[in-house]
């Protein structure tokens, strides 16, 4: 089926769910990319940050009653959301609204996945919607939600877990799952040491993407029963889903399934490796993710910036790029930049280089620069003459060096101080 032909499954089931987006994640293992931000508002692709992408799932899967959650660090979040997704019409019953932590049932901050849903039951309750779909807001992916809600009707499920096959190593690092031939889940380990290998495939486990739709009611009673238990951490794979199996309709849903008529694509970015990876990936001929495809838009917020500029054309200083991603507002002057993301504002100078890297927005590279393998936060000044990526023996006495030799270069560590969000 071709892109234009996809049906999406937009419904009264659609209509009648409320999204719920737990953003609140420090995302640590970013370093720091996230010391002044949290995960979720990570730029990311050149001209989106992270939460774009489930957000962007929900309003185009016709879920248009959207509740954002944040805690850590949520300004440039909150600011990105108000001023990119506020186009929601509240004349229509829909909206998106951020919900910051607010102690709202106690003394402390959200505990665990479970507590921060548990403490907006009360607003959740005002919706009165038949079904919850909550999300992770710090994952990059295409997902018609609406096919999931529409197997969570037909199961009669209690809960629907999102799921997708990994790599063995690689799943200890989620919630592994087991499921019968209904899909029915049978077990659920959070994080486990030894993941148990898919029945069809023991070189792979199946994995919770962090997607879940509850029936609403079920969602209620099973949180409350939670906030009462001292033991519970409280957290919905380490908690809520074992319990459940146990006496509820509990069903995965494989993602393989769930797909917008473009390749299957998801992606944690979160790991430096595995961010500057992902948006290195687009920057090939094919991408794995199509962020030009118009019957699945990612949506953010539009900044009114000039056209990108290439200028001098000698043969000592040649401004062009090739095989990149260049956004609005960049000035490329007499530089060259080679399988790189360029973020929106970004300024190369002449004579310099600029290779294999991620420069995020209001950066500015001054002249006879050389750098490669390298993720440049976003408004740092790189001085005359730098060059990173070269020699990492070197690199590690100023910026993060990563285990494939990935260089964060961030303001801080230039003593530039400025706390970009």
Not at 406 to 413: C, G, W, Y
Request: hydrophobic content about 40%; glycine content about 8%; charged content about 25%.
């Amino acid at each position: 089926m071709s892109p234009t032909q996809v049906e999406r499954n937009i419904s009264k089931l659609t209509a009648n769910t409320v999204a719920m987006v737990l953003a609140g994640g420090k995302g640590s293992r970013l370093k720091g990319l996230t010391e002044w931000r949290a995960k979720p508002g990570v730029p990311f692709g050149g001209k989106f940050r992270i939460i774009d992408f489930p957000m962007s799932n929900c309003i185009n899967s016709g879920i248009r009653r959207i509740s954002v959650l944040t805690q850590y660090k949520s300004h440039s979040l909150q600011r990105h959301l108000q001023r990119g997704w506020s186009f929601l019409s509240g004349q229509f019953g829909e909206f998106m609204e951020v919900l910051s932590a607010q102690q709202r049932t106690g003394e402390g901050w959200y505990e665990g996945t479970a507590d921060a849903i548990y403490q907006n039951l009360d607003i959740i309750r005002q919706y009165d919607p038949e079904y919850v779909l909550i999300l992770a807001g710090d994952h990059i992916y295409k997902m018609d939600y609406g096919k999931m809600i529409a197997a969570h009707a037909a199961t009669g499920a209690d809960i629907t877990v999102g799921c997708i096959p990994v790599d063995i190593e690689e799943a200890k690092a989620f919630g592994v799952m087991a499921v019968d031939e209904n899909l029915r889940v049978t077990e659920f380990a959070e994080k486990p040491e030894n993941p148990k290998p898919m029945a069809d495939n023991p070189d792979k486990a199946l994995a919770s993407m962090g997607i879940y739709v509850f029936t609403a009611s079920f969602l209620r009673d099973r949180l409350l029963e939670d906030a009462s238990l001292e033991s519970s951490s409280h957290d919905f794979g380490k908690d809520i889903l074992p319990t459940a199996i146990q006496n509820a309709n509990v069903f995965g849903f494989r993602f393989m399934h769930a797909n917008t008529g473009a390749p299957q694509y998801w992606r944690d970015v979160g790991t430096l490796d595995a961010y500057w990876e992902a948006n290195m990936d687009l920057v090939s001929v094919q991408p794995q993710l199509d962020m030009y495809d118009t019957n699945w838009p990612i949506w953010t917020k539009q900044e009114q910036l000039p056209p990108a500029k290439f200028f001098f054309d000698e043969d000592t200083r040649r401004g062009h790029a090739v095989d990149s991603l260049v956004s609005g507002g960049c000035l490329i002057t007499g530089a060259t930049v080679r399988r790189t993301v360029l973020f929106s504002n970004v300024r190369v100078h002449s004579y310099s280089e600029v290779e294999d890297s991620v420069v995020l927005p209001d950066v500015e590279i001054r002249r006879n620069c050389r750098i490669r393998r390298a993720i440049i936060d976003k408004g740092t000044v790189i001085p005359e003459g730098t060059e990173i990526g070269y020699n990492l023996e070197k690199d590690r006495e100023l910026f993060e060096v990563t285990e494939n030799g990935i260089v964060l270069v961030t303001p801080d560590m230039l003593g530039q101080g400025i706390h970009q969000l």
